[in-house]
């Protein structure tokens, strides 16, 4: 009896691994078929004949094919999983997931080739001050880990005039707020401004989003949405973000963009290409950032670009959010005049990006930031003493456990960014494997059962109806 092995899925005219592959296969997660391989394919588990098995030959060498008693099980459980010699990288946190012959997995395996994979955004290092505004950089600001971190580095290390954005959305935890409170005072050179949004439009857009992603996690792009109106009004040259560097790297492995993707000298061309029809009907040609603000926008308000549609790197979580946006007018409008007036004329935010590795002495340590903000901002982490990697949000693990399960359903192309992110930095030393197999054991929500973040968005859901 033949079957399909574990993991690989029969989608139109293509088979899909739904997980990760070590070398020679690393990324190759899409084989195209013809017709005559699908009719059998389509018809497994079943006996084969010589006939078949010749039409199917390359698929059952490479092992695609196999017999019943070599089909593969996903475990159901960490206390079953097989781990990464190297990080807390495991095949339950992420089904599907290969080891080579040393015990590695792709991420520890490829480690030294994605080394030089910074960031998708442009890199900045000095940011210069702004002699026609009151702004020199504006930041999202969520009272967590990584967003104070930055806030920190912008207006006491470097001295600049910050204006932060809160959304304060209602899954946001109490350490947040506490920490929040703390930095504003301590940050003299911060103006921040918090917006609460209407609890209809937010509830429409909840439920949207839930119906497709089973969660309804928004963040940071219904806070760009937002807030963009108030960056243009504000005439705020840099928008700066300062993900830690595990979740910009962690976008490569999910294979949301590819290496290209990291080349700044991509970007450039890029910028030049689209700053050529600005220049011929009379507006200013493109700064670096400034095609990465109006495409990040654009795609929030209009939807995905056939440009990015044909490419293949299409993020799924990206177009569930704009597909829920969309459904609400009183949000999109000012969205889409801010758009349109900001690339007539030229006044848009340059996006750009804060290597959190070259600001901190020895590289970023999630344990080493922690104890920087507590001493300097008075910021409060969550009670669970040992986590670290959300810090701001209650509902975290109901998003993880749902890119979870779906991904494991095969529902979903996104491997959980979770599951990718504490893997990377285990294997990057942002975090020791001890400290990273406690947070995946006791913080996060990696589970097959109903986690009570998801029971929690429910009951707010129903609520609001």
Not at 308 to 314: I, T
Not at 410 to 437: G, Q, V
């Amino acid at each position: 009896m033949y079957v399909l092995q574990n993991r690989w899925k029969l989608n139109d005219n293509h088979l899909e691994y739904y997980g990760m592959r070590v070398k020679p296969n690393f990324l190759k997660n899409k084989i195209r078929i013809n017709s005559s391989q699908k009719s059998i394919l389509s018809t497994l588990p079943k006996q084969l004949i010589e006939s078949e098995i010749k039409i199917i030959k390359k698929l059952i060498a490479d092992k695609i094919v196999v017999e019943e008693k070599d089909l593969r099980k996903t475990p159901d459980s960490l206390e079953d999983a097989n781990f990464c010699k190297e990080c807390v990288a495991n095949d339950f946190i992420i089904p599907g997931l290969e080891l080579n012959s040393q015990g590695l997995c792709p991420m520890c395996e490829t480690k030294e080739e994605t080394a030089h994979l910074r960031s998708i955004l442009p890199l900045v290092e000095e940011i210069p001050h702004n002699k026609s505004g009151r702004f020199d950089v504006a930041v999202f600001y969520t009272g967590g880990k990584d967003s104070s971190y930055l806030l920190y580095y912008l207006a006491v290390e470097k001295n600049l005039r910050v204006l932060a954005f809160t959304w304060d959305m209602p899954f946001m935890t109490m350490n947040a707020k506490k920490s929040m409170e703390y930095a504003k005072l301590k940050l003299k050179n911060v103006e921040f401004i918090t917006r609460t949004m209407a609890v209809d439009d937010l509830h429409k857009i909840y439920n949207q989003l839930y119906k497709l992603e089973q969660n309804p996690c928004a963040c940071p792009s219904l806070a760009y949405a937002l807030f963009y109106p108030d960056m243009v009004n504000e005439k705020i040259p840099y928008f700066v973000l300062g993900n830690e560097p595990v979740q910009m790297i962690g976008i490569y492995y999910n294979r949301l963009t590819p290496k290209q993707g990291y080349d700044i000298r991509y970007h450039k061309l890029l910028n030049v290409l689209l700053s050529i029809p600005r220049v011929l009907t009379l507006r200013k040609p493109l700064k670096l950032g400034q095609m990465h603000t109006l495409m990040t926008m654009r795609q929030l308000a209009y939807g995905d670009s056939w440009i990015k549609n044909l490419a293949g790197y299409k993020s799924e979580l990206i177009s569930n959010v704009s597909e829920s946006l969309r459904s609400v007018d009183c949000v999109v409008k000012p969205l889409k005049r801010a758009i349109h007036s900001s690339n007539f004329t030229g006044n848009i935010p340059r996006l750009v990006h804060i290597d959190f590795d070259k600001t901190v002495s020895g590289g970023y340590s999630w344990t080493k930031v922690k104890k920087l903000l507590t001493d300097k901002l008075g910021w409060v982490g969550p009670e669970e003493g040992g986590k670290a990697l959300h810090t701001s949000c209650e509902i975290e693990t109901c998003k993880e456990q749902s890119q979870f399960i779906r991904f494991r359903n095969m529902e979903s192309h996104n491997i959980p960014f979770s599951a990718i992110e504490i893997s990377l930095a285990s294997s990057r030393k942002n975090y020791s494997r001890e400290e990273a197999l406690n947070e995946l054991k006791m913080h996060l929500g990696f589970s097959l059962k109903e986690v009570p973040a998801c029971i929690k968005v429910k009951n707010y859901l129903k609520e609001k109806n």
